[in-house]
């Protein structure tokens, strides 16, 4: 089994593979982590990663630019049903749009928004990083073996919302409520690291690579 991390210019990729490794290993799974830009290898994978860092627009530009990715990654997906999994700014490119630096159009497969985080409290501070526990953890999505309350890492200025609260599998509070995890039909994203998210990250990897949704 193929496991394709999309290598679109931008995020730690070889720590996310690293991660997905280690989860393999420790389930004892015989699964190939690719590092890859070929679309043609992203149209043939059996399951997808899509990390991420830095603005929305520029990611989505970044994708946009390698020929016939963004084709490939919908194809594999959204007309074949491979399991997706979104990290960080590869969770908030499911969106709709993205406000960040003007408007700019997502991949539009969670309807909704990503938009700066706004906290009520004055002491919480942006950007959001550390660990944070999250709360709403579905048991019907890649998240099943995350428990209620377990600490991820997290590292950015801006979440996705969701238009409708269905989608949204975790959340997590800094200084007001917001999604840390979407999910619909195949396609799940995780505003948290799971790289760095020690043993709750390890064991979202290790469901995911088992994930038949």
């Known amino acids: 089994m193929a496991i394709a991390v999309i290598d679109y210019g ?3 990729l070889r720590s996310a593979a690293k991660a997905l490794e280690r989860a393999a290993a420790e389930r004892g799974a015989a699964q190939e982590i690719i590092v890859t830009a070929d679309a043609e290898v992203v149209r043939r994978a059996d399951r997808l990663v899509l990390p991420g860092v830095g603005a929305f627009a520029a990611c989505m530009r970044a994708l946009e630019a390698i ?18 999994l979104g990290v960080c700014v590869g ?3 499911l969106a709709t749009r993205g406000l960040e630096f003007g408007e700019s ?12 985080l706004e906290p009520d ?3 919480a501070k942006i950007p959001h990083m550390g660990w944070n526990s999250l709360s709403g953890v579905s048991d019907l999505s890649v998240l099943a073996d995350v428990k209620e309350g377990r600490s991820v890492y997290f590292t950015h200025s801006f979440a996705l919302y969701p238009r409708d609260n269905s989608d949204v599998a975790a959340w997590v509070d800094h200084g007001g409520r917001f999604p840390a995890a979407v999910a619909r039909g195949n396609v799940a ?3 948290f690291h799971p790289e760095k998210s020690q043993d709750a990250g390890l064991s979202l990897l290790a ?6 949704p």
């Open 10 to 12: 931008s995020g730690n």
């Open 91 to 93: 969770m908030q490119l």
């Open 189 to 191: 994203g995780v505003q």
């Open 121 to 123: 409290d004055p002491h």
């Open 67 to 84: 020929d016939g990715l963004h084709e490939a990654i919908e194809e594999a997906v959204i007309r074949k049903g491979r399991p997706f």
């Open 207 to 212: 469901r995911f690579l088992e994930w038949r």
């Open 105 to 116: 159009v997502g991949l539009d497969w969670i309807e909704g928004e990503v938009r700066k």
